[in-house]
C-alpha cells in the first residue's frame, strides 16, 4: 500500500527540516502538521522559516477529523512525547505508520506500548546539523534517517516506507540491527549535547583538540562500557563512526541541549545523563564522567 498522507508532530528543528522537505514533493493537503489553536495561531501570524524560505505548511488540532495517515512522524522533545501520542489518535488507521526522530532509546517502546508495535518502525535521524531559533530554522547538513525493524528490514512496513522515501527524496539508510544503531546515536547525544551545553560552545569547539573534545569522549565511552552490560555490544569502531559523523557538522551549528539552554528552556538531561547514570547503578559501572555532567547542568538549569 502506497504512502499518501503525511502527519508530523513537533516543529522543532527536525519537525521543520523534514516538513519544509516534503512539502515540496507532495501535495499541501496530503501533509498535516500537528498542533494546538495557540501554536497554530502562533505559526500562521509569525510564519516558520528554512534557510530563509517560508514553510507552506497545512495545521490541524489534534481535535479534528481528518483521514488517517499512513506514516505519523514525531519530531517532538522527549519531554513533549507522552502528550504528542495522545495528539495522534485522530490520524491513526489500520495501515498507520510510526516514524519517531526523538533522541534517546526508548521512544518507540513508549508509542508502540500504547498503539501497538506492529505500527512501529525503529529509526534514528543523523548526520544534519539543524539550528532553530524562534521561528527561524538553518542548516547546512540535512543528515539521513536510518530505519528498519526491531531486527531486519525485509518486511512491508520497511518496503512501504524506502519507497515513499525515495519517490520524495528523503535521504536514507536502512540498518539490520536498529537497537544497535540507536544506542550509538544515544552515545553521541551523551558526549556531544551535553558536552557543548556545558562548555556553551558549538560543534566547532568539539571538532578540535582540548578539553571539550575529551569530556565529550569519556561521556560516550561511558555508554559504550554500559551497553556491553545490556548486550548491544558497540565497539570502539562505533564510537569512531559517530565521532567521523560529530566532525563533518558544520562548526557553527548546535545540538538541541544547547539550543534549550540558550532559550532558558529544560533540557532532556534526563534523558541523557540520568539514563547514564541509572544504567550505572543498575550494573555497578563507573559513570562519573556523566555524572559530572549531570551536575554542571543541573545547576545552570536552576539558574534560570
Known amino acids: 500500500m502506497e504512502i499518501k498522507n503525511v502527519s508530523i508532530i513537533g516543529l522543532g528543528a527536525l519537525g521543520i527540516l523534514y516538513g519544509h522537505h516534503l512539502s515540496k514533493q507532495i501535495p499541501k ?28 505548511f497545512q495545521f490541524v488540532t489534534p481535535e479534528e477529523s481528518v483521514e488517517s495517515a499512513d506514516l505519523i512522524i514525531f519530531a517532538v522533545k522527549y519531554n513533549g512525547l507522552q502528550d504528542a501520542i495522545k495528539a495522534v489518535e485522530n ?24 498503539y501497538g508495535f506492529d505500527k512501529i518502525i525503529y529509526c534514528v535521524a543523523q548526520g544534519m546539523d539543524a539550528v532553530k531559533e524562534d521561528n527561524q530554522q538553518t542548516y547546512d547538513n540535512f543528515g539521513i534517517l536510518c530505519f528498519g525493524e526491531k531486527e531486519g ?37 551523551v558526549g556531544v549535547n551535553q558536552t557543548v551545553a556545558v562548555f556553551e560552545s558549538d560543534y566547532g569547539e568539539i571538532q578540535k583538540e582540548g ?19 545490556e548486550g548491544i555490544n558497540l565497539t570502539e569502531a562505533d564510537l569512531q563512526y559517530w565521532l567521523d559523523i560529530v566532525d563533518k557538522l558544520g562548526l557553527c ?6 539550543q534549550d539552554m540558550e532559550a532558558k528552556r529544560m533540557s532532556e538531561l534526563e534523558l541523557f545523563a540520568g539514563t547514564v547514570v541509572e544504567l550505572g ?24
Open 281 to 304: 547503578k543498575k550494573h555497578g559501572a563507573r559513570t562519573s564522567v556523566n555524572r559530572e555532567l549531570y551536575r554542571r547542568i543541573s545547576e545552570m538549569e536552576q539558574a534560570f
Open 253 to 258: 551549528g548546535k545540538p538541541s541541549m544547547r
Open 29 to 56: 493537503e496530503n501533509l498535516r502538521i500537528i498542533a494546538d489553536k495557540e501554536r497554530i495561531e502562533k505559526y500562521t501570524k509569525e510564519g516558520i522559516y528554512c534557510n530563509g524560505e517560508r514553510c507552506n
Open 211 to 229: 578539553k571539550a573534545r575529551e569530556m565529550m569522549i569519556s561521556a560516550m565511552q561511558e555508554v559504550l562500557d554500559l551497553s556491553k552490560y
Open 91 to 114: 490520524h491513526i488507521g489500520d495501515n498507520t505508520i510510526f516514524l519517531s526522530t526523538l533522541n534517546g532509546i526508548s521512544s518507540e517502546e513508549k508509542i508502540g506500548t500504547y
Open 153 to 189: 528490514i525485509d518486511t512491508p512496513k520497511v518496503k512501504r516506507i524506502a519507497d515513499f522515501f525515495k519517490k520524495v527524496e528523503m535521504p536514507f539508510e536502512l540498518d539490520v540491527n536498529m537497537i544497535k544503531r540507536q544506542w550509538g546515536k544515544f552515545m553521541l547525544n
